[in-house]
């Protein structure tokens, strides 16, 4: 069984996360490509102790990079998770 810190990677601070939080009580994370919504869900209940309403995710593929002369690569593929927070919560990022 993961642990809810294993699910969460880091909080994604954009000039979009930013307005997202100000506005819409929302917030940006980068999640493990595995988890789940419910899984998402549990996690920030636990790490924060605010309680969630809704959980938007969604996937996003790694780039193509060039590597040596003719090799290409990829970055990792990885999802992010917008979470949205019952009115009244507020989660102190910076």
Do not use: C
């Not at 601070?13 to 999640?31: G, M």
């Not at 605010?50 to 060039?66: I, L, W």
């Not at 990792?76 to 998770?81: G, I, V």
Request: aromatic letters at 10%; proline letters at 1%; hydrophobic letters at 40%.
């Amino acid at each position: 069984m993961k642990e809810a810190y294993d699910f969460i990677q880091n909080i994604l601070l954009t000039e979009k996360a930013t307005l997202l939080s100000e506005k819409y009580n929302q917030y940006v994370f980068r999640v493990l490509p595995s988890a789940n919504k419910i899984q998402i869900k549990q996690a920030i209940e636990q790490i924060f102790n605010k309680k969630v309403v809704n959980v938007n995710t969604a996937n996003y593929a790694g780039k193509k990079k060039r590597e040596r002369r003719a090799d290409f690569g990829r970055r990792s593929h990885w999802k992010k998770a917008i979470v949205t927070l019952k009115e009244g919560d507020k989660l102190d990022l910076v």
